[in-house]
């Protein structure tokens, strides 16, 4: 059974950190590209980060360029998200999501993404 399932979520201060995981199982997370999305209440999913099968190649929204990193150890069968400097407008409900896009220079849409998490919660607040 495919799974994807994430983990590392919690309540932080502004400026904290938290590193989220993404476990796979059920399939050869080599074959896949990997995305981070989040959902805040009352907005639209909004693409985090990525990055392709190798590792190769890392991109992230602006808004967390600079304090977010994406990882993965395909070994292990998981893809991590380090989550720096945390601010409040970073709150939210973080899913990981595999794709079989093989190229891009930019992150695929949502629509590109074949498996997604169930998701964990990240709070940033005072």
């Known amino acids: 059974q495919l799974q994807l399932v994430e983990s590392g979520g919690g309540l932080v201060q502004p400026g904290g950190s938290l590193r989220l995981s993404c476990a796979t199982s059920g399939f050869n997370l080599g074959d896949y590209a990997i995305g981070w999305f989040r959902q805040a209440p009352g907005k639209e999913r909004e693409g985090v980060s990525c990055i392709n099968r190798t590792g190769g190649v890392a991109l992230y929204g602006d808004s967390v360029k600079g304090r977010f990193t994406i990882s993965r150890d395909n070994a292990k069968n998981t893809v991590h998200l380090q989550m720096n400097s945390l601010k409040t407008e970073d709150t939210g409900v973080y899913y990981c999501?595999?794709?079989?896009?093989?190229?891009?220079?930019?992150?695929?849409?949502?629509?590109?993404?074949?498996?997604w998490g169930q998701g964990t919660q990240v709070t940033v607040s005072s």
């Open positions: 999501a595999a794709s079989l896009t093989v190229l891009f220079t930019r992150c695929p849409q949502p629509m590109a993404y074949e498996y």
